[in-house]
C-alpha cells in the first residue's frame, strides 16, 4: 500500500522524464546514500570497509562501466581489466612525473588514456561482433599485461614490477583512513552513476540500445555503426579506466600488472551478466553478489562450528559460487535486476493479483 501512485500526477514533460519518476523511488535513493555518506562511516568497523565496501564500490563503478558497452550496446568485452590497467598506470605516471598532480585530474587523465586505448580496440567492432569480437578484446588484455611487464616507462623504471603511491590529498584533506577513502569512492560512484544514468536515457544511449538489439536495422534508419560503437567503446573505457586508478591508488595502495589480469575481466563480466544486462541497478546488483558471496561462504564452516581445511574451503568456495551462478543464469537470465523490477511492480499492485 505504500509503494503507489496516487495522486502523483505530471504536469509536464521534465516531470514526466525524470530518472525517478515515482515519488517513493526519489526519497528510497536519497536516503540510501545519505545512510551511505553518513551512518556507514560511524557504525562500520575497519574490516568492513577494507575488505567489502571499498572494493564493492570500485568494482560497482567498473561494472558500471563495462555494462554501458555489454549491456546497453551489445559489443562483448573481455579486456576490461586492461582497460582497468591502463587507467591505473597512466595515472600512476601522471601522479609521480608531474610535480603537484591532484588525484582526482590523475585519475581522470588515467580514464581519458584508457579511452584512447579503448577505442583503439573497438574499432574491429565496426566488422566483426560476438565471439570475434570477444577475441579482438581479450588481445587488448594481453597487450597491455606485456606493456606493464615489458616497458620500463610504464612502471616508472621499477626493477620488481609493481609500483605504489601515497600521500593521497584532495583539496588539502589527507585520503588515509578506510573511512576517507571509503568516502572518496562513494563520491565517484555517485557522479559516475549519475553521468552513465542519463547517458543511457539520452539520444547517444538509444543509439546504442538499436545497435544492440539489431545493428542492420538501426543502420537503415540513420544511426552511424561508427559513432554508436565507438563512443560505447570511449564511455565504456574511460569509466572502467577511472576505477582502474582508484583499485590502484585507493585500494590497493600498490600493486603489479597480476592485479589487473583477465580473472578481472571476467570477474565484471560476471558481474554484469548477474546483475543484469543493460540496467544501472544491475551493476550494483551484480558487484554485491560477486563481493559478497565468496565472504559469505568462507564464513558458512566457522558459523557451523564445521572444522575443514583452509584449501579445501577455497576449492569449496569456488565450486559452490560457479555452480550458484550457472543456478542462477537458468533461474532467471536477465539478472537480479529482474527479479528487482518484478518486485516493484508487484508492490504497485498489492494486494490485488493482477
Known amino acids: ?21 515515482i515519488a517513493q523511488d526519489r526519497y528510497g535513493i536519497l536516503a540510501l546514500i545519505a545512510f551511505a555518506a553518513f551512518i556507514v562511516p560511524m557504525i562500520a568497523p575497519e574490516y568492513a570497509f577494507r575488505a567489502i565496501l ?176 565507438l563512443t560505447a567503446f570511449a564511455v565504456s573505457s574511460f569509466i572502467v579506466g577511472v576505477a582502474g586508478g582508484l583499485w590502484g591508488f585507493v585500494h590497493l595502495g600498490s600493486w603489479e600488472p597480476a592485479a589487473f589480469s583477465i580473472d578481472r575481466s571476467f570477474q565484471l563480466l560476471f558481474m554484469v551478466i548477474i546483475g543484469g544486462l543493460g540496467s544501472i541497478m544491475g551493476s550494483f546488483f551484480g558487484a554485491a553478489f560477486i563481493v559478497l558471496l565468496p565472504i559469505f561462504l568462507d564464513n558458512v564452516p566457522q558459523l557451523f562450528g564445521i572444522p575443514i581445511d583452509t584449501a579445501l574451503a577455497a576449492h569449496l568456495t569456488s565450486m559452490i559460487f560457479g555452480a550458484l551462478i550457472v543456478f542462477f543464469l537458468i533461474v532467471e537470465p536477465h539478472g537480479l535486476a529482474r527479479l528487482w523490477s518484478i518486485g516493484k511492480d508487484k508492490l504497485r499492485l498489492w494486494p490485488f493479483p493482477h
Not at 83 to 99: L, S
Not at 174 to 201: D, S
Request: hydrophobic content about 50%.
Open 54 to 229: 571499498i572494493p564493492f564500490l570500485i568494482l560497482s563503478l567498473a561494472a558500471l562501466g563495462l555494462n554501458i558497452l555489454v549491456g546497453y550496446c551489445g559489443q562483448i568485452s573481455l579486456g576490461t581489466g586492461g582497460f582497468m590497467a591502463v587507467g591505473a598506470y597512466a595515472a600512476y605516471n601522471a601522479f609521480v612525473r608531474i610535480d603537484g598532480m591532484p588525484v582526482i585530474p590523475a585519475l581522470l587523465l588515467g580514464g581519458l588514456c584508457a579511452t584512447v586505448i579503448g577505442v583503439l580496440f573497438g574499432i574491429p567492432s565496426l566488422r566483426i561482433k560476438g565471439l570475434y569480437l570477444a577475441v579482438a578484446t581479450l588481445a587488448a588484455q594481453f597487450f597491455v599485461d606485456w606493456s606493464a611487464l615489458r616497458l620500463k616507462w610504464v612502471t616508472n623504471d621499477s626493477s620488481s614490477g609493481s609500483v605504489s603511491v601515497a600521500g593521497l590529498q584532495v583539496l588539502g584533506m589527507p585520503i588515509e583512513t578506510p573511512v576517507q577513502k571509503y568516502l572518496f569512492c562513494l563520491a565517484f560512484l555517485c557522479v559516475f552513476g549519475l553521468m552513465a544514468k542519463n547517458l543511457v536515457r539520452s539520444n547517444i544511449g538509444r543509439e546504442w540500445m538499436a545497435m544492440r538489439d539489431m545493428d542492420v536495422a538501426a543502420a537503415v534508419i540513420g544511426i552511424r555503426p561508427v559513432y554508436a560503437k
Open 1 to 21: 500500500m505504500l509503494y503507489r501512485e496516487n495522486g502523483q500526477f505530471k504536469t509536464t514533460y521534465a516531470s514526466d522524464q525524470q530518472i525517478f519518476p
